[in-house]
């Protein structure tokens, strides 16, 4: 199965240049041309990866917000030029980034993106069910007897914790 990314970055100085490469290494990629057309695309089409030029949108998405609904633990890389300022790549880190890259880099970048996807696969199960109750990780939803429970994010991570342990 071919992983999905997300490539929102419009500070690229080739555009194409990654979509074509990442699309002719394996990858289904979607492109978005700014951040709210990312944040769009990230509810719909829910992808494996976000790669992005934009630490704002790496605190968005790690944020969410209301009325939107995704994962907000989808593994974000955030894209940097080459010999970025370590401050830089610092504040990403500290705005939710998974990993940071440089654009140039790219057999490294699709290393990366290749541990993500490794880590994510390792992870937890995407549906918990225990019972009657069912937590469905990605969705961010949860059913009780089939019914679906609005819950906060807290209420959620709460549920999450209990399904996963619920001795």
Do not use: K
Request: proline share 5%.
């Amino acid at each position: 199965m071919r992983a999905a990314l997300l490539l929102a970055d419009p500070d690229a100085a080739r555009p194409g240049y990654l979509e074509r490469n990442l699309s002719s290494d394996g990858f289904d990629v979607v492109e978005a041309g700014w951040s709210a057309q990312a944040l769009d695309i990230a509810e719909r089409s829910r992808p494996d990866v976000v790669l992005t030029g934009e630490t704002e949108l790496c605190a968005r998405l790690r944020e969410g917000e209301p009325g939107r609904r995704w994962d907000r633990n989808i593994p974000v890389i955030v894209l940097t030029a080459a010999g970025a300022d370590p401050v830089e790549r610092v504040r990403a880190f500290e705005r939710g980034a998974d990993d940071v890259a440089e654009r140039e880099l790219y057999p490294e970048l699709v290393a990366r993106i290749h541990a993500l996807l490794r880590r994510a696969a390792a992870g937890q199960a995407d549906v918990l069910e225990v019972g009657e109750l069912v937590v469905d990780r990605r969705a961010r939803q949860v059913r009780v007897r089939g019914v679906p429970v609005s819950l906060a994010a807290r209420e959620f991570d709460l549920a999450v914790g209990l399904a996963r342990d619920p001795h």
